[in-house]
């Protein structure tokens, strides 16, 4: 069965994950040296057998950091216990432990990326095959909360769609700064590996881990992990955006979309009738950690001389923790995506709620073609003060205004009333921006 993007990333950013990819590191890095000589041949044979995660005792790990506090230090004596001979002599060779902690991070961001990447397209094509859907559908376009003018559903859903396109791109671009790794010793001028240094570093990360050479050490330049932690959260922030949307027209008021929702589902232990926001509520609060820990990751850049236990202390856990919450929010978005409930009935009905007040600013026009544009909006204005202050229709008080009835006929003022005939472009729009996206996935 198929992992959602939630259960994915939490299984890479386990304990035991982290400790696979430390020793995929220690045996890529072993690999390469023993093809340049620098190691016996025979011993990189062996930690590359050996590097597998069942083989290490755990117990005897976790007590080893006790003893030494460096999990490094501990994890490479207790790898070196399982591998025969003296071939575990041979473990991180030349190598400083920030080596090893940053090139492993990147190798599991790779993966997360990956499901980030999958999911975030997944998202966009439902959004997409939605807006198509309901390109047509008038609804009440809302600006600070009031009525402004109409618009149709799918607009609104595009608007998203392409909001999303943005980020699939942004993930692109960052693929070439982000997924670089790096070995090359205590201070970063590679003298641990003697001559061979260059060699030994492109063979290990680009070789063997698939994974970008760095043109110099990044090892107090921590910009590549605090541009990923800050995309993750403008990612966030569209998600909780498109969550507050829906969490808004889900109000008992508004009702014209609802979260999918299945037999067994418990809103309230008190009130039986509740169908709450579950999902879009979890994902704004989810949302804001991710923006702060991208404040965090961004804070700890600060790094002093070559390097510090800064970074390493603070943003690698809340970096991981971002990804891990991403997956989460990925997981309710695609819930979302594919199975929002619509109810254009309701769009149809929530049209006429202001009596007709929504196209004030299509009668202001075409009276100003008669009066003039500031004037018409004097006298339309006025009315519509009006007809809020009496509660009464629109209509009626532009046919009592005389100002009014002897530039436009009733007949006019009718047909200048229907909101489906003022949603400008937006049915085209739509259309269109469906389109364009669907072109550029196909770059992808």
């Not at 073609?369 to 009464?392: C, L, P, T, W």
């Not at 269109?432 to 996935?441: C, H, M, N, T």
Request: with cysteine; aromatic share 6%.
């Amino acid at each position: 069965m198929q992992l959602t993007p939630k259960e994915a990333i939490e299984q890479i950013f386990s304990h035991k994950a982290l400790i696979q990819y430390w020793l995929d590191v220690e045996a890529a890095l072993a690999r390469a040296e023993a093809s340049l000589g620098m190691i016996p041949k025979e011993a990189a044979e062996e930690i590359s057998r050996k590097a597998k995660v069942e083989l290490l005792d755990m117990k005897k790990l976790e007590e080893t950091q006790q003893q030494v506090w460096l999990p490094t230090v501990a994890f490479i004596r207790t790898f070196q216990s399982i591998c025969e001979g003296d071939a575990g002599q041979y473990i991180h060779w030349g190598a400083t432990s920030q080596d090893l902690v940053d090139t492993a991070q990147i190798l599991r961001l790779k993966e997360a990326y990956k499901v980030i990447y999958q999911s975030l397209r997944q998202i966009e094509a439902n959004l997409l095959d939605m807006a198509e859907q309901y390109a047509d559908t008038v609804m009440a376009g809302r600006t600070h909360l009031i009525h402004a003018l109409p618009i149709t559903f799918g607009y609104k859903v595009v608007i998203w769609a392409r909001e999303i396109r943005r980020h699939i791109e942004r993930l692109k671009e960052c693929r070439k700064r982000l997924f670089v790794g790096q070995l090359s010793g205590a201070v970063g001028t590679l003298a641990s590996f003697g001559e061979k240094g260059a060699e030994v570093q492109a063979l290990a990360l680009k070789r063997e881990l698939d994974l970008e050479v760095p043109d110099i050490a990044w090892h107090a330049s921590r910009d590549r992990l605090a541009e990923f932690a800050n995309l993750l959260a403008i990612i966030t922030a569209t998600l909780a955006c498109i969550a507050n949307e829906i969490h808004l027209l889900m109000s008992t008021e508004i009702g014209e979309v609802s979260e999918p929702w299945r037999k067994g589902i418990i809103g309230s232990s008190t009130m039986p009738h509740k169908r709450n926001p579950r999902i879009t509520e979890t994902m704004m609060s989810l949302a804001k950690k991710v923006r702060y820990n991208a404040t965090l990751i961004t804070e700890v850049m600060v790094v002093e001389h070559e390097r510090d236990l800064n970074f390493l202390s603070q943003g690698m856990d809340a970096l991981a923790e971002s990804c891990v919450i991403m997956g989460e929010l990925l997981t309710y978005a695609e819930s979302l995506a594919k199975g929002l409930v619509i109810y254009p009935e309701r769009m149809k009905k929530n049209l006429g709620i202001l009596k007709g007040l929504m196209m004030s600013e299509r009668v202001m026009l075409e009276l100003g073609r008669k009066v003039g544009k500031q004037n018409a909006y004097s006298i339309i204005h006025e009315d519509s003060m009006k007809a809020i202050d009496e509660n009464i229709e629109f209509k009626q008080v532009l046919l009592e205004d005389t100002r009014v009835n002897q530039n436009l006929s009733e007949t006019d003022i009718d047909r200048l009333l229907d909101p489906v005939r003022y949603v400008g472009l937006a049915p085209q729009i739509t259309k269109d921006a469906v389109a364009l996206s669907r072109k550029e996935r196909e770059k992808d």
